[in-house]
């Protein structure tokens, strides 16, 4: 929330009258850019001031400032910083210049003959705004040294619906503060405020004491809660740091000369280094815990990610470039690469961009590339094309895909992968153009940009015309990202609101004393525990993969899996942090407490790395890939939890509702079976969240049934189990899947259209 300060600004007509008044009978006031100045207290006002600067004196000259944005050029004064951020996310009091697009001052002025009274909140604290800290003991002399306005003025509002005009700022009697400024301070009090992330993630703790072995836990949970202290008292500042300062291109020097630069602010660099020393790409490679490496990175991935800055988003595609690398076997040309994007030390560590996207496809990029690759003499390519979507393009390599032509243009049959460095040794751009920044609904921090690539030096690290089938690897570890940062998202939201619940006082008790508050924010909690397991046992899996202890029924599991949590856990982090900024209030739709900021990064989750639509086709690829024998194990994975928690206390309607969907979940395969591809297209998205929610059911069955398990270990499971577990089936029932239903989506759509009745 904005940190306000309310004081009062007299200014009278005639020099001299006032400490603070002006030494010319006319003050430049440069309303056309809302900005009030003196010599040495510039100030700025929304442009609202245009419309209020009617009831000013005549001896107040306006002068527009001119038109563009952040220009802050007041007579007699200097630019000021204006903005301190302090917000639930962060904690910290963060400045950032002056840009009108993003100030929320509020004015207020009343005429009187002679003279204007300007009250406003300012964006500076006490300790940097040059304004006394008390104003009872020090203002109260120029309020004496002219006569009041008359008390009817542009009111405004502070904090929730407090109503603030000209009277209530008068020094209250014998307290000495403005009545305007106590409803602030209580409204400060209920700022939610958590502490060590991990410490405070019970269901976290749970499941590692649980799961990993003893000498194992002691150390993770040692460095764990070192790290949630770090997150604490450094990274979190960084992070918002990083959202008040996102990147910007600048695509020519003072000479005219193209350079194309990207700029980051320091925060971003920062988190950078802190990367590396976490190994937070490191530690799945070095495999200092075996197969529990992978799971202790993911949990570090998942506390990190809200505090991150976005730049777990860079930290995904370094861990895939990291991963393909290695599943190539690490051939030489490529084992510096290796040791850079797996490196601990920060003037080592190399991130990694993605660069697959182009301006004909999203997710169809065989279809789609038109970047092509010439071959040199050296035996190095070069590649030409333009790259629509460049995620963290300000990273130190890339890997890439283009189609190889030879010297007539003739292409091969399918991609090829190809690595290639963003610049030379000199540090000049690798023959690459930055064409713009794209201009994001979120994740505003990281640079994504289109690019040219004209000419650019690679190499070919994956056999010619088999690129989409090396970068599955890579997908696989980004999908898993993807889940790490949705239900990251929904933990951080559910404990800022869970805090706040705690804190804010409504129709005469506090918000966790109201029980449809307490019931909405339960519901949340169950979707994000068993997001939870669900991201924990995919990890688990990847573990045991990575280490070559993974059964053929583990590994068809995971290839099951990963589509599957991908695409639900996206849909539910972008409806659980709305339904918690909900339960914020107005207060959650403000921009300054950072809650928009959480909201916005996570509604790309649904779409990066594949929409809803494209991965539910992709787990129906997966199980007819496998000839049946992946859904087989699905269906013993989860029968097996099934048996072993049958006989746990207060687990029998969960156990039953899960045995019953999944027996609906073997009838619709029958079914469908015998009713052709189409049935089964249309009934992909409905069957991927039944794989979904049933596995994750089991899963939270599995959790409540151990002997340590608390009694709402064994409510979350029931409640789980509660919802409709197996949508495929329904559907099916409905006739959704018929070829009819499919001519009558068609016709719905197409009905709802001005053209399809058009005679044009």
Not at 124 to 135: C, I, M
Not at 268 to 297: D, F, T
Not at 631 to 651: E, H, N
Not at 711 to 735: F, H, I, K, Y
């Amino acid at each position: 929330m904005w940190f306000a300060l309310l004081y009062p600004v007299t200014i009278p007509s005639n020099p001299g009258g006032c400490c603070w008044a002006h030494p010319s009978p006319v003050p430049p006031w440069n309303a056309g850019d809302g900005l009030l100045s003196w010599p040495g207290r510039p100030q700025r006002f929304p442009s609202v001031f245009q419309a209020v600067s009617d009831v000013l004196p005549k001896t107040f000259s306006l002068a527009p400032l001119g038109t563009a944005a952040g220009k802050l050029l007041p007579e007699g004064g200097e630019k000021t910083p204006l903005a301190l951020k302090n917000n639930p996310n962060t904690g910290a009091k963060q400045e950032r210049c002056c840009c009108p697009a993003r100030q929320r001052l509020e004015a207020m002025a009343g005429a009187h003959t002679g003279l204007c009274r300007v009250t406003f909140t300012s964006h500076l604290p006490w300790w940097r705004s040059g304004v006394p800290r008390q104003p009872g003991r020090i203002l109260p002399r120029a309020w004496a040294r002219c006569q009041p306005p008359s008390d009817r003025g542009v009111s405004t509002s502070a904090g929730q619906g407090q109503r603030v005009g000209v009277r209530e700022e008068r020094v209250s009697g014998e307290l000495g503060t403005p009545r305007a400024r106590r409803g602030m301070e209580t409204l400060f009090r209920e700022q939610p405020e958590t502490g060590n992330q991990y410490l405070e993630d019970a269901w976290l703790r749970s499941y590692l004491r649980t799961h990993l072995p003893a000498k194992v836990l002691q150390e993770v949970d040692r460095d764990l809660e070192r790290f949630g202290h770090r997150l604490l008292t450094q990274i979190r500042a960084l992070g918002w740091e990083c959202e008040l300062n996102p990147p910007v291109l600048r695509q020519y020097d003072a000479w005219g000369q193209r350079v194309d630069r990207i700029i980051t602010c320091s925060a971003w660099r920062r988190m950078k280094e802190i990367a590396a020393e976490e190994g937070l790409v490191a530690e799945a490679y070095e495999r200092r815990y075996s197969n529990w490496s992978r799971l202790h990175q993911a949990v570090k991935l998942y506390l990190f990610s809200s505090s991150s800055g976005g730049f777990n988003c860079p930290l995904a595609m370094t861990d895939g470039a990291a991963k393909v690398i290695e599943s190539l076997g690490t051939p030489g040309s490529l084992k510096n690469a290796f040791g850079h994007l797996t490196s601990r030390d920060p003037k080592k560590f190399w991130t990694s961009g993605q660069w697959m996207t182009e301006r004909r496809g999203g997710s169809d990029v065989a279809n789609g590339t038109e970047t092509v690759a010439r071959k040199q003499p050296d035996g190095t390519y070069r590649l030409y094309g333009f790259k629509w979507f460049t995620s963290a393009a300000d990273s130190d390599v890339t890997l890439t895909l283009a189609r190889v032509v030879d010297a007539e243009g003739q292409g091969s049959g399918g991609l090829s992968l190809f690595f290639l460095k963003v610049r030379d040794e000199e540090g000049k751009l690798n023959n690459i153009q930055v064409q713009r920044l794209k201009d994001k609904l979120g994740t505003r921090q990281m640079a994504t940009a289109e690019l040219w690539l004209d000419g650019a030096k690679a190499e070919l690290i994956s056999a010619e015309g088999r690129g989409v089938a090396s970068i599955s690897n890579m997908l696989n570890i980004t999908r898993i990202h993807n889940v790490i940062g949705a239900v990251a998202s929904m933990r951080r939201m559910l404990s800022l609101s869970r805090e706040y619940a705690r804190r804010r006082v409504a129709f005469g008790k506090l918000l966790k004393d109201h029980p449809l508050h307490v019931q909405t924010l339960a519901r949340m909690e169950v979707q994000t525990r068993g997001a939870f397991l669900l991201l924990m046992d995919i990890v688990r899996l990847l573990g045991l993969t990575e280490t070559n202890m993974a059964s053929e029924q583990d590994q068809l599991l995971l290839r099951v899996l990963v589509p599957a949590a991908k695409l639900y856990t996206g849909k539910q982090a972008s409806a659980v942090v709305i339904e918690a900024m909900e339960s914020f209030g107005g207060q959650g739709y403000m921009e300054d407490t950072g809650l928009p900021v959480i909201v916005r990064d996570a509604l790309v989750l649904s779409i990066w790395e594949g929409t809803t639509n494209i991965l539910s086709l992709d787990v129906l690829r997966s199980l007819s890939k496998s000839q049946g024998q992946a859904m087989a194990t699905f269906l013993s994975s989860v029968q097996r939890k099934l048996d072993l928690a049958s006989s746990a206390g207060g687990l029998e309607p969960a156990v039953r509702q899960t045995r019953a969907a999944l027996g609906r979940l073997e009838q619709f395969m029958r079914a469908a079976g015998s009713k052709g591809a189409l049935t089964m297209e249309l009934a992909a998205r409905d069957f991927s969240y039944t794989l979904a929610r049933i596995y994750t059911g089991a899963l939270l069955i599995e959790h409540a049934a151990r002997p340590d398990a608390s009694s709402t270990d064994t409510a979350t499971a029931r409640r789980w189990c509660s919802q409709e577990l197996c949508p495929v089936a329904l559907e099916l029932d409905n006739g959704s899947y018929e070829a009819e239903a499919a001519l009558l989506d068609g016709a719905l759509v197409d009905g709802g259209s001005p053209a399809s009745s058009s005679r044009l």
